[in-house]
């Protein structure tokens, strides 16, 4: 049988999806070259350092003191510029306006995980490095003392808090059968980034205060251990720079596949929609809302017709002598399979919206957002009211095909 032509529509909204991709593509292949150029010379500048300085590492760690004096001054100076950086970040998401509430694509859910393992890996080095510096370099120093614990605080809750909120959310939602979106429960509105950029600039300004200080307290200004901690932390950056830039390079293959794929299997338009939003940038929240009643609809619909069909299956077997009581049995079990699994479904579609929907309401929205939160609520409410009649039709449907075969 020959295949049904597509559509005139269809070829033109194919069209725009590639021609969409295949610009994305493009961006992403001309930064990635241009980033090339930039990891390639900071390679080398990584070469040069250690050509450079590494003679002189055994030199330095002879001398009494400066490798103590050197590891305060990395962590003070790491503060400093990180807090800084921390400044800047705030404001451009101030001026960049609210963020989309988007779900984790699917080509990243595996790479989240990674780098919070790395984060908190390496957080938890540096708080260790921080409380020992404090404790041991600034014990006569109350106040370079009480900002270096201080400063150790807020790692330590960066590490713990999302750890603790994800099993929670986690050990809730182990129940629910059907896999749920991954939307972060730590957005925050576009107002707090002016606090945050203020507290993290003032926090730099106290680093350099304190960093200032250290180095007057020691001989020659503390120079030789600054040069060897700012090398150090230049050697970090770009390692890790190029770790970040390899990864970022690799998840951007699933842009160049999509494009392959659209053109060699011929994708309808829907598919690309379902594949980009799943995979590559992920449904916002309104989006993923309107696909889950859409599944909702069609797993109530199959379930309308799974009663139909075991109402009828009831008075086929019900006609049945009772001397045949493994065939009733066997068809009855048949049947009962049936509607059990697609009423089970449907109630785990409504798990989902519902755990989910409380997480939706429970993280910080946009006005717009709240206003498309209440609207679908309001008719998930209606849909739940008339499912329950359902439930409580499919429950007396399934009592009566039990009873047609005691065990």
Request: charged share 20%.
């Amino acid at each position: 049988m020959p295949e049904t032509p597509p559509k005139p529509n269809d070829n033109d909204e194919r069209r725009l999806w590639f021609d969409y991709i295949r610009t994305l593509n493009e961006r992403r292949l001309q930064a990635s070259q241009r980033s090339g150029v930039t990891t390639y010379v900071l390679v080398a500048t990584l070469i040069g350092l250690s050509y450079r300085f590494g003679p002189e590492i055994p030199q330095f760690v002879a001398q009494p003191g400066n490798v103590r004096a050197g590891i305060a001054i990395f962590v003070l100076v790491t503060v400093v510029i990180f807090s800084f950086l921390g400044t800047v970040a705030a404001v451009e998401m101030f001026c960049a306006g609210e963020s989309e509430f988007r779900a984790t694509p699917k080509s990243s859910e595996a790479l989240i995980p990674f780098l919070y393992g790395a984060f908190a890996l390496l957080g938890g080095a540096f708080i260790c490095l921080d409380v020992w510096v404090a404790i041991s370099t600034f014990s006569q120093t109350t106040s370079a003392k009480l900002f270096l614990l201080t400063n150790g605080l807020w790692p330590a809750a960066n590490i713990a808090y999302p750890t603790i909120r994800y099993r929670q959310l986690t050990k809730k939602a182990k129940n629910i059968k059907n896999p749920l979106p991954k939307f972060s429960p730590f957005r925050l509105p576009r107002g707090a980034s002016l606090p945050a950029s203020a507290l993290a600039f003032i926090w730099s300004i106290l680093g350099a205060i304190a960093l200032t200080r250290y180095l007057k307290s020691l001989p020659g200004n503390g120079l030789q251990p600054f040069k060897a901690a700012a090398i150090t932390l230049i050697v970090i950056i770009i390692i890790r720079y190029t770790i970040l830039r390899s990864i970022g390079n690799a998840t951007g293959a699933q842009y160049f596949g999509l494009e392959r794929d659209i053109v060699l299997n011929r994708m309808a338009p829907a598919e690309i929609r379902e594949r980009y939003l799943r995979d590559l940038s992920g449904p916002d929240m309104a989006q993923w809302l309107d696909e889950s009643f859409i599944a909702l609809d069609h797993k109530e619909a199959f379930l309308g017709q799974e009663l139909e069909s075991a109402r009828n299956k009831l008075k086929e077997i019900s006609s049945i002598s009772t001397d045949y009581q493994a065939e009733r049995k066997q068809r009855a079990g048949v049947v009962i399979g049936r509607l059990r699994k697609a009423l089970e479904d449907c109630i785990s579609q409504y798990q989902v919206l519902t755990f989910q929907g409380k997480l939706f309401l429970n993280t910080y929205n946009t006005q717009d957002e709240k206003v498309a939160l209440r609207g679908r609520f309001a008719v998930l409410d209606d849909k739940f009211e008339r499912f329950q009649l359902t439930v409580a039709g499919a429950s007396s449907l399934l009592k009566e095909l039990e009873n047609l075969s005691p065990s």
